[in-house]
Every structure is written in structure tokens, then in C-alpha cells.
């Protein structure tokens, strides 16, 4: 064990971050093509961009942790969904639940909600003593300063719109609200690296969004959502049924052509 | 909402320091600060500038091609004009 943890806790650890960006970005990137707007296409594209940028420098960084010669492609094209650990929030379709539809305000619901816990996340992370994970976090942390701006302004815009906006917005932070809890959840493993310095305890970072995002929700004439439900179980690989449907997506051109690259 | 309702912007992007902002191109916003962030995405993406202005093209006020003769024509004939009566200095760069 070194000093930043063991590295089973780093490379399961590296892996959540790293799946986190990677489901958020393929999941983004369904917009491309068929944005309201060809500006906002270019800026959902941008921003889905930046997260699979974040997603390859924390799985190739697993990859080494792990030390079993698994390269970035292998994390992200061959292993199945039990075996992501990425949070419920960013696996959710882009629209209503169940329903093969882009809504927009619900994608910037959860763009706000995930980009203000990743901006937060972070933050911290630059601080950490896993030298590399400061790094990548130091070049994260203005990527997803932009995406919270990107959400922030789009939910202001809707919420304190047009009655209908209005209420469609209002409808999407309903909606996406209870996946929200997820990302704040501590367990043993958090626990560990928290002490250990090289990982930040997700319960201590949820003041400082309920600030954030309570403060764009106002701005926006939105009601803050009670708390209630809360489902979780991404962490340890249970996901609900759209993650098997995303990966099977991005994982079809690796599976049918093995190594393939370009 | 179609484009028809996002009024025009024009995009203006200062390379680097000590240059002066240069017209770009053109794009839809809804209002200023998104013509900014679009701008962003749109023209600076390959880390073009330093600095970005939008300005909306409707209060841009042009000249008309039909006033072309009568705007820049009698600049043809005035050779004193330019500055070519001079030695540039050595190692100045930039004039």
C-alpha cells in the first residue's frame, strides 16, 4: 500500500471518475446532429468532448493502477455494465424516462446537476496526493467550470422564460432530482482514500452544491425539488436498464472489430 | 425556435495581445452572453484568440455598394498618401 491508498481502492476509485465521464460524454453526444440549434450542437458537442477527455486520462491512469496491461479501450469497450461504476445521473436518457426521446431541458437538468458535483469534485481533487489525479483534475476543473456556466445559463433561460419552458424545466429538475443523491454517497472505499489524501469524502461536497445549484434554481424562478427518493447502486454495477443499451451502442464497433483503431 | 428568432450576431477575436480584434464571422444567439459562449465554441476552438466581441449585427450601420465611387474612388489618385517616401527603420516589425 502507498501512500495514496492501496491500489485496488485507487484503480476502483479511478475507475468511478473515469466511468462518470465517459457514460456522460457518450450519453451527451447523442445530440450531435439534432440540437434546437446548430450553436448549441457545436456547444453540447464541445462539452461531451471535454468529458471523454476526462474519461481517457483517468482510464488509462486505472489501466496503469491496476497494473493487469488493460489499456483505456479495454476499460471502456470490454467491460459490461455490471461491471461500470459510474453514477445512475449520467446513464439516464436525455429525455422522459423509458422513452427513446431528446428533451432538452431535461439534458440540462442533469448537466447542471452532474457538471456542478464534477466542478466541485475537482476542485478538491487538485489538492489530492495522488500526484497524477491532481493533474488530471487541474485540467478538468475549467472544462467543467464551462459546463456549469453552459447549464446554469440554459436553465435560467428556460425557467425564467415562456410558461411553457417554464413548466417543462421545472418538470426536468423533478426528474432528474432524485439521481442527484447518488453522487454525494460515501462508503468504505470513499472513506479510505479521504483519509488517505488521494480521494475526497462525496458527503463533504454536498453543501457546496446544494449552494450552487439552489443559488441557478432561484435565479431561474425554479422550485428546489424536496428530497426524497434517492436510488443508487451504480457504484457497485447496478445500473437501471438504459446503461446496457448506451454501452451496447458504444461498444459495438470494438466487439465486432477487436483492436480496431484509427 | 428557428433560427429566424435568434437575431444575428457578428464575431470579432483578438489573436493575441498587441493585435487588434478582427471580424471573424457571424453566428445565432438568443441574446449577448450566449453569442459569447457560441462564439467561443465557433471561433476559438483551436485557441485562435485572447479575447472575443459580439456585437449584434442589426446595429451595425454599412457602407452601400451602391456608394462605392463615391466612398473610396478619390483615394486612387493620392500616391502621397501612402507611406512609401520613407526608409523603414531596421527591426521594426511592426508598422
Sequence with gaps: MNASGGRTDRFEYLLRLGDDALVAAQRLAEWVSRAPELEEDMALANIALDQLGQARLLLSYAGEVEGAGRSEDDLAHLRTDREYRNCLLVELPNGAPGEDTLDFGVTIAKLLGFSAYQHGLYQRLVASTDQRLAEIAGKAVKETAYHLDHAALWTCRLGDGTAESHRRMQAAVEQVWPYTHELFQADDLTARLAVAGSGVDPASLRDGWLSTVEKVLAEATLTRPEDGWAPDGGRFGSHTEALSYLLGEMQSLHRAHPGVSW | ?95
Design chain 2, 1 to 95: 425556435m428557428t433560427s429566424s428568432e435568434w437575431p444575428l450576431w457578428e464575431v470579432f477575436v483578438r489573436p493575441r495581445r498587441g493585435l487588434s480584434h478582427s471580424h471573424v464571422g457571424s453566428l445565432h444567439a438568443p441574446d449577448a452572453k450566449l453569442a459569447l459562449r457560441n462564439a467561443r465554441d465557433l471561433y476559438t476552438r483551436r485557441q485562435e484568440g485572447v479575447s472575443i466581441w459580439v456585437v449584434p449585427a442589426a446595429t451595425i450601420t454599412a457602407s452601400s455598394p451602391d456608394e462605392k465611387d463615391a466612398f473610396f474612388e478619390p483615394a486612387g489618385d493620392k500616391a502621397y498618401r501612402h507611406p512609401t517616401f520613407y526608409q523603414v527603420p531596421e527591426g521594426a516589425e511592426h508598422l
